[in-house]
């Protein structure tokens, strides 16, 4: 068995020690005489399952008591329309728009109410963060919403906006885990596990209680409602017990490795190892803004279409997996997700300087 | 490591070759370096098992080309609602009610429409199936609607209503694939995977492409329309990677042995050993009309709640898992999905007969 480097934006790499485990654990998990996808969501087994995922995710991003943990299918795309739906009391939408996430998500709410586009980056191919310190947020905002890592551009908030007292909705799919955040500053986290937890087909939403709306109009989908997902505590209906039982394995992989301070510790050292080559290289370059560069996905082009095809070539042919870029942007993407290991970031950029030489 | 025979109603146990190649594969997929769990969704080692699994359920279930296949997250629960979404014009649904399902199924269509309840065997606790040769079908109706097989009551249509030509859409979550069906007869068929196929997180949707509409009211979520699945071949959004990977194997698993004839054949063999202890038991009964006794799901009671209780305390102790009945129903219930082994009913059969020996 040969395992490559995959830089793929999600689905992505995962933890091997984790893969280990649910290998071995394939066809009897825990003595219990099945598989983890065989089992009754209704088992106390799996029930144990599902608590241990969410105590663990709660001990790792130190969740206050007042805030919803919820397990809920279809992706962050569901999750574009189930905020509105559920947040909506004056049907005013402030979003900022820094990439294709945040702009899909700000163009699904308009189908639920008015939406406001309050600052965005789009002038420069998305390239930055705009200054959120003083943005002219609506009286009557039901929410501020950004995308807090754009996966295809590569940029990250360095701190979050200032919402004037308005409820934060952050999108934290591509960064969910990466680094320690502060709970009480947003009232809904959320994001699709498959960048830098588990396997798709799962999202996790953060909720503050008091923002679960139980008055919602009848004509809203049962399974859109997040009262419905709390109150059934993510047991409604059978959830991705695959996915959940997979993410509370990574979650208990983090915690023993240290926590999400070491987590971000060791993915600053990691994207410091590329982001200082290709600030060195005279051949590649970074795509965006220095300051708000991501950690965890890693756009950069030569400046030339060919090049870049011709990179992405060699680096495949060499078992480094997934490095085109988005087309919207071109040229190569590394996403160095927590599961990434030091030693694949140095072998790519062993690879790209070996590469410029050759290539000078 | 030692199996048990799980009876559990979903989910439910799943073949052992097909654990055994995905336990294999975990690590590595087939020479690509990396679990399906870490897969981009556009990647062509991806597409090549989507496209795969979808052929592979056409050649199984013959399906007509005229026909979309679509794997979509939510389970059954979102169907209920994108169903009446997606296929309203008139506004009026006529609804079968046969059974906890069927009748969960009516009440969600409620919100987007008139529900007539045209048949329900709701007065004898859904023990049988009514007659449906001749029923008020609404002319407005824009379809009429079944659950062919209720897992809690245990009963199925042995012969499809007459819709008197409106279209007919069928629930067959916990009957998918157990037997070769006539997909013309129906304008959609739909079943969440983790009764009889895989693991939970993914609903197929099989519907005639006429049916697919294009035109729907701007204000439904972008996740609820069928015409945006079935543009992008269930890759709108990252879909439920590992469920649709596991299904193809269980699907290819179906092809080796027989396809659904075979398949139909073995599962009337099973099911007749148990049905024919119940009729000849002095203890046990089974609690549904025989002329429509389910071939998967078989509730059986002994008449006194605590003696219920004492067989799934010693049925559970022996190693068969999860043959406690559904409140509704009370008793026992044994779900023998296409992956129960023969073996496992014989057994279960076999301890059966013992208890009520020493317990005459």
Not at 52 to 58: I, N, P, T, V
Not at 63 to 89: E, R, S
Not at 197 to 220: H, K, M, Q, T, Y
Request: charged share 25%; hydrophobic share 40%; aromatic share 10%.
């Amino acid at each position: 068995m040969a395992r490559v480097y995959n830089f793929s934006a999600g689905p992505a790499t995962m933890p091997v020690p984790v893969l280990e485990e649910i290998k071995e654990e394939l066809l009897d998990y825990k003595g219990s005489g099945m598989s983890v996808m065989e089992m009754s969501h209704r088992s106390k087994v799996f029930q144990t399952i599902l608590e241990e995922a969410e105590q663990d995710l709660r001990d790792l991003m130190n969740i206050p008591d007042n805030y919803k943990v919820l397990f809920i299918q279809g992706g962050a795309t569901l999750q574009f329309a189930m905020l509105p739906i559920n947040l909506k009391k004056n049907g005013v939408f402030d979003y900022i728009v820094t990439g294709q996430w945040s702009k899909k998500a700000a163009e699904e709410a308009k189908k639920f109410g008015k939406v406001n586009i309050v600052a965005t980056s789009k002038d420069k191919n998305f390239s930055y963060i705009p200054d959120c310190s003083d943005l002219p947020i609506d009286d009557d905002a039901d929410y501020v919403y950004i995308c807090e890592n754009e996966t295809v551009h590569g940029t990250t908030f360095q701190t979050l906006p200032n919402t004037k007292g308005k409820i934060l909705v952050s999108d934290q799919s591509s960064m969910f885990l990466s680094k320690p955040v502060n709970v009480s500053d947003y009232g809904v986290i959320y994001g699709g596990v498959q960048k830098n937890v588990g396997p798709a087909g799962l999202a996790i939403v953060i909720i503050r209680e008091d923002l679960i709306n139980e008055n919602l109009d009848e004509s809203v989908p049962t399974y859109l409602r997040y009262d419905i997902h709390a109150k059934n505590d993510s047991l409604y209906n059978t959830p991705n017990c695959w996915a959940i039982y997979v993410c509370g394995k990574v979650f208990k992989y983090l915690k023993s490795i240290g926590g999400l301070e070491k987590m971000a510790e060791i993915n600053k050292e990691k994207a410091k190892i590329l982001y200082d080559f290709l600030d060195e290289s005279k051949l590649f370059k970074g795509t965006v803004d220095p300051s708000v560069r991501s950690l965890m996905n890693v756009p950069f082009i030569t400046g030339s279409d060919e090049k870049d095809a011709d990179v992405v070539a060699k680096t495949k042919a060499a078992g480094f997996e997934n490095l085109k870029g988005h087309k919207s942007v071109g040229g190569l993407r590394a996403s160095i997700y927590n599961a990434m290991p030091k030693e694949g970031v140095e072998a790519l950029v062993e690879f790209l300087k070996k590469y410029e030489k050759e290539n000078a």
